[in-house]
């Protein structure tokens, strides 16, 4: 059972900057494809970013495009999100997921993800 853990989160102001982290607890899952999904108050959960197994491709939802920034490292087993720019719609709570899917892709739709973390509190004030 591979569990990820993420770290980061916090209390920002509008339009400071926070970098979360997510380190898989198995070294079998570093090349793993992830992503990254938030749940507001009240709303369902959504997709944020994702990436496939070496970094050569990335996808982003449309509110975050140029202000966040997914990556990897998987010498250290642990995917980033770098989050500037924030906005109060940002404030969520952070969940980091892993799918045995195919390296090659990434994966946007939460069904396609097979493992997930407890998620981290980001909260931007205005």
């Known amino acids: 059972q591979v569990q990820l853990v993420e770290s980061g989160g916090g209390l920002v102001q509008a339009g400071g900057s926070l970098r979360l982290s997510c380190a898989a607890s198995r070294r079998a899952f570093s090349t793993y494809p992830k992503g990254w999904f938030r749940q507001a108050p009240g709303k369902e959960r959504e997709f944020v970013a994702a990436i496939n197994w070496n970094g050569a491709h990335t996808y982003y939802r449309d509110s975050v495009k140029g202000r966040f920034t997914i990556s990897r490292d998987n010498a250290k087993n642990t995917v980033y999100l770098q989050m500037n720019s924030l906005k109060p719609e940002d404030t969520a709570v952070y969940y980091c997921?892993?799918?045995?899917?195919?390296?090659?892709?990434?994966?946007?739709?939460?069904?396609?993800?097979?493992?997930w973390g407890q998620g981290t509190q980001v909260t931007v004030s205005s």
């Open positions: 997921a892993a799918t045995s899917g195919s390296g090659t892709y990434y994966y946007y739709t939460e069904d396609e993800y097979d493992y």
